[in-house]
Structures are given as C-alpha cells and as structure tokens.
C-alpha cells in the first residue's frame, strides 16, 4: 500500500520512511521516540483520523480497538525474541532498533489496513452501504434492539442479548465476509466447477484421502497378577518378554519363531522367586498374536480404546515394520503391532467434497485477493494523532 503521512491535512508528497513486510504489506511506522514529556492518549479524541485506506478514515477509536488487540502478541513476541521485561518502561524501550509501542502500532495499522480494505469491498458489492464506524455503531443498536425484544418475547436469543462494540464488529464483520465470498465467487474468484476440480486435485492428498486399509499382527502380553491385580515384578517382566519378540520382528523373524525365542530366552534370565510365581499363575508368559485390519469399520474402535496404538498403526511403513511396545494400562497389557500390508483405499470424490472444495477455495482465493489489494491501498496516515496514541490505554 501506498502510505503518506499527514498532520492536520494530508501531506503529499512529505518525506516518509517505509518497511517492507514478510507479506509484502507496506505499512507505516512511528515517526520519533516518547520523550521525557508523555504524550498521552486523551489528546487524541476518538473521532479524529489516524489514517486514510483509499479514502476511508480509520478512526482513533478504531485504531485503539486494533491496538488492544496486539498488545498479549507484541508482548509474546519481544518477551520470546528479546528476552524483554514486562515493566512500566517495557513499552518504549528500545529492542534492536524497534520499541514494542512501534511495533504494536504498525501491527494494529496492518490490521485496520485489511478491515477498511474488506469493508470498501462490500460496500462496492452492495453489501452496506458506508464503512464508517457510525455506521457500524448504529448497526450495532439496531442489532442490539431486536435481541433486546427478542429476549423480552421469550424467543431465541444467539449470543449475547447485547454487543459491544468489540464483539459486535467481530460478529457483524464475520457475517459480511461470509457474504462477500459468495458475492465474489463467480467473477473476482473465478470459483468455476473446472477451477474446483483443479483445486481438489491439489489438495486431495491432504484433506480427501481414504485413510489406508492396513493389515498387521498385533501381539500382546498381560501384565496382570490373577487376572486382576498389577504388579510391578510382573509388569517389568512382560515389557522385556514383548521387547524381546519387538527386537526379532525387528529382524524379520516370523512370528512364531520370536515368540517362542523370546520366551525362551526370558526364561533363562535370573528372575525373582516373586516374579516366577506371578508369571507362573497368570498369563504373564503367554505372547497373544493375532492378525488385524485397519480400516474405515475398525478405526474408529481402535482409536477410542487404545489411540497409541492407532497411532502407531498409521505409521507404519514398509521400511519401519514394527511398532514400540505400547503400555495399555486399560486392559493390563504391552502391546505392539507389525505390518503385513497397507492397501490404499482412494480419495473422497470431488462430486462427494464438492461444497468443502468449494468452501476451502473461496478462503484461499479470497485472502490471496484481499492480499493484493492490501499492497495496492493508499494509505495516508496522520502522523501527529497516530504518535500520540498510546498503546498503554
């Protein structure tokens, strides 16, 4: 965007200084440093102009609301990048050039930037029409009235019965976005049926994917004493057992031969007389084995009872076979898994995902859109009310 500073009027032409952003949005900074004599925000009225975008004001009651908004940010961020100390002096004390009130200042413009752009472009749609905040304002009793009588009437009421102005912009904003989308499918966003199946196309991978049929082998051993009861001797006794058969599928034996060796060599260990027993009269030596799917009927079960193994299910690849040993403390047992196959199952159809293709175009197409015009906005920005402000209020 195009910025020029002003005082009282617009100063054409006045000598700016300009930062180039990560998104390429070119906003303006502070001019100068609070001095020893603080100037302080009540000199700033809230009707008067911080700033034009394209000719709209953005009020200081509009730029304080951004403001309030980036203060918890601009503190997470100096406090994390610069080691910062939240104090009386954190706010205009220099960190590597750059004051935390300049920097929540040129976020909070950023911000009001984007908000004047989008309402200019509903207004130019017909979807309202002035993007003052008088306007707003007096959307806002409007919208505060109905939900008043419909409270008093006993209807319905979504939300609270009366905004404020934060939370009626944050409502009322979001309901004009939503429309101006549809307003702007068909000619700025180009939102065609063949631009549609492109974009499914390019995003099916993530987003459409039928999650794989995977056939495996799961084994297991019990921890549990009488069926029952958890003991720690035991416990450590069962995890080296199924860690030892972990190892061997490891290197591909078949499952009967790593269960059996493993047992084997188990039992040739030094155990305590304790741990003898407890294995002796419960199943803490026997290695259970079975051969399990994966798919869109099972998933969902293994997922709520056991979401570690799930996990490790889904991982599971032709060059990383088997799983860790996983402790279902639910059912008393270790638990692992090694692939037999995975069997891809396709993608969700475009016909099927048609209107979440859609949807998740219109939000891509439309940020990229409003991006572009964002760079493209001339911003006239009214330097002496804009360094007044203070970011503490």
Request: glycine letters at 6%.
């Amino acid at each position: 965007m195009r910025v020029e500073r002003k005082e009282d009027t617009i100063l054409r032409g006045a000598t700016a200084w300009l930062t180039v952003l990560g998104t390429a949005l070119i906003a303006a900074l502070t001019a100068g440093f609070f001095g020893a004599a603080r100037l302080h925000d009540s000199a700033v009225p809230d009707e008067a102009t911080i700033a034009e975008v394209n000719g709209d004001p953005v009020t200081a009651a509009e730029f304080r609301r951004f403001l309030a908004q980036q203060r918890a940010a601009v503190i997470g961020e100096f406090a994390r990048t610069r080691g910062a100390v939240v104090d009386e002096r954190f706010w205009h004390t220099e960190f590597d050039g750059v004051t935390p009130a300049e920097a929540a200042k040129r976020k909070a413009l950023e911000a009001a930037v984007r908000f004047k752009v989008e309402l200019g472009l509903a207004r130019e749609h017909g979807l309202i029409p002035e993007t003052s905040r008088e306007y707003l304002l007096a959307e806002m009793e409007k919208e505060n009235a109905r939900r008043s009588e419909a409270a008093r009437s006993g209807l319905p009421v979504y939300g609270p019965v009366r905004f404020d102005e934060n939370g009626f912009i944050e409502y009322y904003f979001g309901r004009i976005v939503t429309c101006l989308k549809e307003a702007m499918a068909g000619r700025e966003l180009d939102a065609t049926d063949e631009r549609l199946r492109r974009h499914y196309e390019s995003i099916k991978d993530d987003l459409f994917r039928l999650e794989d049929a995977v056939r495996y082998e799961e084994f297991s051993v019990s921890y549990l004493a009488d069926g029952a009861r958890v003991d720690a001797g035991l416990k450590e006794a069962a995890r080296e057992l199924l860690e030892a058969v972990r190892q061997r599928l490891d290197r591909g034996e078949t499952a009967e031969a790593a269960i059996r060796e493993a047992q084997r060599e188990l039992e040739r260990r030094d155990m305590t007389d304790q741990a003898v027993r407890e294995a002796e009269q419960s199943d803490g030596h026997v290695i259970r084995h079975a051969e399990r799917v994966l798919n869109g009927d099972t998933a969902r079960a293994l997922y709520r009872s056991l979401p570690e193994l799930y996990e490790a299910v889904i991982r599971l690849t032709d060059a990383d076979r088997v799983s860790p040993v996983i402790d279902d403390i639910a059912s008393g047992r270790w638990v692992l898994a090694r692939l037999f196959e995975r069997q891809p199952q396709g993608y969700r159809s475009f016909e099927e995902q048609k209107a979440n293709v859609r949807s998740h175009y219109l939000n891509i197409a439309y940020d990229a859109h409003v991006q572009r015009l964002v760079r493209n906005a001339d911003v006239k920005l009214a330097e002496d009310a804009h360094r007044k402000i203070d970011v503490n209020r």
